[in-house]
């Protein structure tokens, strides 16, 4: 069965360097979620988007920003990098307007700033 | 807000043991609840779930059941094996289209051969 997809695996960039994580839902997945987990934390949820439009924004510094597609992929975009954004990034997507159900997260990105 | 309260760890055990990794939560209505399991170096992974109030999840010998008078939704395994070392996520998501999931703290669990 088709998972969701985020690419790259891992990045290393140098502080005040920008990086773009992407994030491919499993298909008919319309809600697109990104959470970041620091070593040794729970994920904390960043921000999501139903439909294309954004739904919810959590604790997403404003340095970042994301979109997602009229194919319903989503991006990540992280400017101006900091030592502290080092973590795994979570993409996950869930099914067209079913609340309550489960989220389908992918392997995540780990990005590692220098 | 919501949110989740969960056991913490390191949980440490032998194998053959019982395990118990108690969660609680606070929700308005009536989210759905979850557990993930994240082994090392991986993403995370739906263990189970429960959408309603005496639900019980079930799934690779862990059970874990909805209880609303207590907000609770402990988890349980009668005989842990090694294989079962690695972080556990109680999870909970409101029942509104594209709400966000909520996690507690994870609890890492050990098992010594």
């Known amino acids: 069965a088709a998972g969701v997809i985020q690419s790259p695996r891992h990045l290393i960039k140098e502080k005040r360097e920008t990086a773009t994580l992407k994030c491919y839902p499993i298909?008919?997945?319309?809600?697109v979620y990104w959470y970041q987990q620091g070593p040794g934390q729970d994920p904390q949820f960043l921000i999501s988007?139903?439909?294309?439009?954004?739904?919810d924004k959590g604790s997403i510094p404003d340095r970042f920003s994301a979109q997602q597609f009229s194919d319903y992929h989503s991006e990540l975009n992280m400017s101006s990098l900091e030592l502290g954004d080092s973590a795994l990034y979570f993409c996950?997507?869930?099914?067209?307007?079913?609340?309550?159900?489960?989220?389908?997260f992918g392997q995540g990105t780990r990005l590692t700033v220098v | 807000g919501d949110s989740v309260t969960q056991m913490e760890g390191p949980v440490t055990l032998s194998e053959e043991a019982f395990l118990t990794i108690n969660c609680t939560y606070t929700?308005?209505?009536?989210?759905?609840l979850f557990w993930y399991v994240q082994y090392p170096g991986e993403g995370l992974q739906l263990l189970l779930k429960?959408?309603?109030?005496?639900d019980k999840g079930s799934n690779k010998g862990f059970e874990a059941t909805y209880r609303k008078e207590t907000t609770s939704f402990h988890l349980e395994k009668g005989s842990v094996q090694v294989s079962d070392s690695a972080v556990y996520f109680c999870?909970?998501?409101?029942?509104?289209?594209?709400?966000?999931?909520?996690f507690g703290s994870g609890t890492r669990l050990s098992i010594r051969p």
């Open positions: 999870a909970l998501r409101g029942y509104s289209s594209a709400s966000k999931i909520i």
């Open positions: 996950a997507s869930s099914p067209v307007g079913t609340g309550g159900t489960e989220a389908f």
């Open positions: 429960a959408t309603k109030a005496d």
């Open positions: 298909p008919r997945h319309d809600t």
């Open positions: 929700a308005t209505g009536y989210p759905s």
């Open positions: 988007f139903y439909e294309k439009m954004q739904s």
